[in-house]
């Protein structure tokens, strides 16, 4: 049952990466479609992931007071039908509106699905459960735009909404079948607007919970840039045509699966703390391995070094983040819903800021790239060190 229940966690958290990563070799396609250039385009995945981050601080509020099996069920309703209006679309304009409703929707796995382990495991397992659906979610973003390459090449662009419709409709059977429901009626929250906001302020007015967020956001923050830039690497920087994004992406994901994968083994054995340190440490090793290669390189970057660092920082990556995640959604184990939508949130908006407005600044370069997700890491060191900092405050004021 616990490897069902991994299982449909992970798809549902695919949803949202398979509607990002999936159309992404179609871009060009799209703009030359409706006769716009590529900022323009750009849109299409930046209002995607504004709505993504922004309907995620309701998720788990909403699952707290209905429920968290209701709320993913009208959710991929929702996330089905917008992607068939994506791929009927007739303008740019309706495609954006569709690409929006798709954002909105499709972030409820992924907030839900933590507030469902929290329901039902604690500590080490809790932190073993998290990588073991990270391990399996991570195969979406490799998989999704090889998938979105090949089906652009032999059917077209709108190919591949169709298949987002298809993908939704199967997870929304298989949630309403397969789903239990992790939240007795006697554990909700009464929908109050007044309450709520309130427990809005007080999950934002903790220093410690915010800190650690931001840490995620800033972590992923790397992910984003490159999953943002992906069509310019991909085809200006590394000079690969549309069926060969696997290049980028499967290296990519395959350092989060094994990291997720090792790190879930050794949850019960290593302490959080040496956990984040390990992976913190193998991420500024892949920083410093991207910048020293991009920088030799100028121009002439090549695979596989072009990747293999990528391959290093999503290890680390997938090691560091799950004991930094369970820390700050332990923080309020009565809110586990809400805070769970305020770590996404943040983590979501930090993804959307660098995808949308940092990307289009730093696609042309290699190097620019490599300097940029640097630069990110620094930052969730830094904010985690603080958020650690002031936990240890508090321990010794108690």
């Known amino acids: ?25 179609s ?27 922004f309907i995620m601080l309701f998720y788990g509020t909403l699952s707290d007071s209905f429920g968290r099996r209701p709320v993913i069920l009208v959710a991929l309703t929702i996330y089905t039908l917008a992607s068939a209006g994506a791929a009927l679309a007739p303008t740019f304009g309706w495609l954006l509106l569709f690409r929006a409703l798709q954002g909105m929707s499709a972030g409820a796995g992924s907030v839900i699905g933590q507030a469902i382990v929290q329901d039902r495991f604690s500590g080490a397992d809790a932190q073993r459960m998290m990588s073991h659906i990270m391990m399996v979610f991570g195969l979406a973003p490799a998989i999704a735009p090889v998938l979105g390459g090949w089906l652009h090449v032999t059917f077209g662009w709108r190919a591949t909404f169709v298949f987002l419709a298809l993908f939704g409709t199967v997870m929304l059977v298989a949630s309403w079948r397969l789903l239990p429901e992790s939240l007795p009626r006697e554990k909700r929250h009464a929908f109050h607007g007044v309450a709520i906001a309130r427990n809005y302020l007080k999950v934002l007015g903790h220093p410690q919970f915010v800190l650690l967020s931001l840490s995620v956001g800033l972590a992923f923050g790397g992910l984003s840039l490159y999953i943002g830039s992906a069509a310019n690497f991909v085809m200006e920087i590394l000079h690969l045509p549309e069926t060969a994004f696997a290049w980028m992406f499967i290296p990519l994901i395959s350092g989060m699966v094994i990291g997720s994968a090792w790190g879930g083994k050794r949850a019960a054995r290593i302490p959080a703390p040496r956990m984040r340190a390990i992976g913190f440490a193998t ?13 030799l390189a100028g121009g002439a970057v090549a695979v596989p070094w072009a990747v293999l660092p990528l391959m290093v920082y999503t290890f680390g990556l997938a090691v560091a983040m799950p004991a930094i995640q369970v820390g700050a959604l332990a923080l309020f184990p009565d809110n586990r819903g809400l805070a769970s939508s305020m770590l996404a949130f943040i983590q979501m908006m930090s993804f959307a800021l660098v995808s949308g407005l940092v990307a289009p600044l730093l696609f042309d370069s290699a190097f620019k790239l490599a300097c940029g997700v640097a630069v990110g890491l620094v930052g969730s060191f830094l904010a985690c060190q603080l958020g650690m900092a002031l936990a240890r405050g508090r321990v010794a004021t108690a």
């Open 27 to 53: 871009i060009p396609a799209i703009g030359r479609a409706f006769d716009v250039g590529p900022v323009a385009v750009q849109q299409t995945l930046s209002v995607f992931l504004f709505m993504f981050a």
């Open 1 to 25: 049952m616990q490897r069902l229940l991994t299982v449909i966690l992970a798809c549902l958290g695919m949803v949202g990466a398979l509607a990002i990563d999936t159309y992404l070799p």
């Open 283 to 295: 991420m500024l090793l892949a920083c410093m391995l991207n910048v020293g290669y991009t920088a």
